[in-house]
Structure formats: C-alpha cells, structure tokens
C-alpha cells in the first residue's frame, strides 16, 4: 500500500499536481459563494471591505499603513470564515443543545470579535494618530 492509496482509501481524491491544484481553487470559490450565500456576517463584513479599502487607500499615509489597513479588513474576513466553517461542522453533527457545541461556537463568535477589535485598533492608532 503507497502514500497515494492511504489517501483515497480515506475518503480524499487523489489528485496531484495542477489537476489538484484546479480542484482545490474551485473548492475554494465554491466556499466562498456559499459563505456569501448562507452567512449574513460574511456579506457585512465583506460590504466594510469594500467600503473601507478604497477609503484605506486614499488616505495620507505610507504605504506600510495603508497594508496594515487593508489587512485587517482582509483579517474580519478570513476569521469570520473560520467560524462560520465552524458553525457548520457544528451545526451538522446536531441540533440539541450540547456544552461542547456551544462552547466551539462561542469560541469561534470570540476569535470574531477580537479581530474587529484588532482592526478597529490599527484603524484608530493609524487614522487619528
């Protein structure tokens, strides 16, 4: 039994090289659509990415800043994916009401929230001082 075998007999594709490469793109989009679709936190959040990023780029500061800016915009996005990911999972092992489940939840709706923080931080330290 090779490497390769271990891995389809585990329920993965065994697609290597470019073909893996596409498939996994494609996996990701799919991802990003149905974030998009099912998850009004990742539409607000993306609807600040848009509106902050230009405003981000206009701004007086150098170049360093306006990353620092953007990216942790960039940053609310990738996390609140993380969590709805999580929520997910959550969501489809059961519905009843579980400590476990709750505390993966809460967990994740925290990471959430301390990124906001964050960029609200590098927003304030970067714009008003």
């Keep these: 039994m090779n490497q390769s075998d271990v891995i389809t007999n585990a329920g993965k594709p065994g697609f290597t090289g470019l073909t893996r490469i596409i498939k996994a793109t494609g996996y990701s989009f799919q991802g990003l659509r149905d974030a998009f679709k099912y998850e009004s936190a990742i539409r607000q959040e993306l609807l600040l990415l848009v509106i902050f990023t230009p405003i ?27 969590n709805s990911a999580i929520e997910a999972v959550v969501d489809r092992v059961g519905t009843e009401h579980h400590i476990l489940s709750g505390r993966a939840k809460d967990i994740g709706s925290a990471a959430v929230f301390v990124t906001l923080c964050l960029a609200a931080f590098i927003w304030f330290m970067v714009v008003m001082l």
Excluded: F, R, T
């Design 56 to 82: 981000a780029l206009l701004l007086d500061v150098s170049n360093i800043e306006k990353i620092l800016l953007v990216a942790s915009l960039v940053l609310v996005v990738i996390v609140e994916l993380l």
